[in-house]
C-alpha cells in the first residue's frame, strides 16, 4: 500500500524558518517524480513544487522560488521542503504528492499524504 | 486567480448527470493531454478520479469521465450520488514556468 506521511508542521513567525519532510512506503520512491502542493484555508490547490527521480530537474512557483528549497533522499525514501522567509501568505496545509506514473511528471497526482498544517503568524 | 477556470458551483439531483468545464490556454489545458480532475471532502487530501483527459485510476466509478475540446476540458459525472458531493479541481502540465495548474474549484452539491 502507497503511503506519503507528512511531518515538520507549525506555528512560526514571519521570515523564519521551517521543515517539512514526507515519508514515503508501499512503492520504489527512486522512480517516481514528488511534488509539494498547498492549499491555503478555504482556498483551492496551489502547485508548489516537484523533483524528478534523480533531483535531476527541480522547478518552483513563481510565488515560492528563491524562499523554497525542494530535496529528497532516495535512500531514505523522503522528500523534504526547506522553507525560508516565510510569509503569512504561505500559512496552508502542504501536500506531498506522487504522480501515477514512473519517470512522470505531469499533475496527475494519484497519491497524497494526509497533509501538514503550515501556519505563518506573530 | 487560478490559472484554470472552473465555475464556482454545480449542482444536480440524484441519478441526474452534472460536468463541470475547466478553460485555460494553448500553454496548458489545449496544449497537452494531461488534464486531471481531483474530487476533494472537507478536511480530506484531494483524491485523483481523472487523468491524461479521460484515464480513470484503478477503483474511480465508471460514472466519471472526461473530455477535451480545444482549451476547454470536461468532467462529467453520471448517475449523480450523495457521495459525490464535494469540492472538484481540474489540473493540468503547464509548459510556462509554472509547471502544474490547477482550477479554482467547484463546489458539487447533489440536492
Known sequence: EVQLVESGGGLVKPGGSLRLSCAASGFTFSVYSMSWVRQAPGKGLEWVSSITPSSTYIYYADSVRGRFTISRDNAEKSLYLHMNSLRAEDTAVYFCARDTRDYQLEGAFEFWGQGALVTVSS | ?111
Not at chain 2, 48 to 60: A, C, K
Not at chain 2, 67 to 95: F, H, P, V, W
Not at chain 2, 104 to 110: C, D, I, N, P, R
Request: proline letters at 5%; charged letters at 10%.
Open chain 2, 1 to 111: 486567480q487560478s490559472a484554470l477556470t472552473q465555475p464556482a458551483s454545480v449542482s444536480g439531483s440524484p441519478g441526474q448527470s452534472i460536468t463541470i468545464s475547466c478553460t485555460g490556454t494553448s500553454s496548458d489545458v489545449g496544449g497537452y493531454n494531461y488534464v486531471s480532475w481531483f474530487q476533494q471532502h472537507p478536511g480530506k487530501a484531494p483524491k485523483l478520479m481523472i487523468y491524461d483527459v479521460t484515464t480513470r485510476p484503478s477503483g474511480v466509478s465508471d460514472r466519471f469521465s472526461g473530455s477535451k475540446s480545444g482549451n476547454t476540458a470536461s468532467l462529467t459525472i453520471s448517475g449523480l450520488q450523495a457521495e459525490d458531493e464535494g469540492d472538484y479541481y481540474c489540473g493540468s502540465y503547464s509548459s510556462t514556468t509554472t509547471l502544474v495548474v490547477f482550477g479554482g474549484g467547484t463546489k458539487l452539491t447533489v440536492l
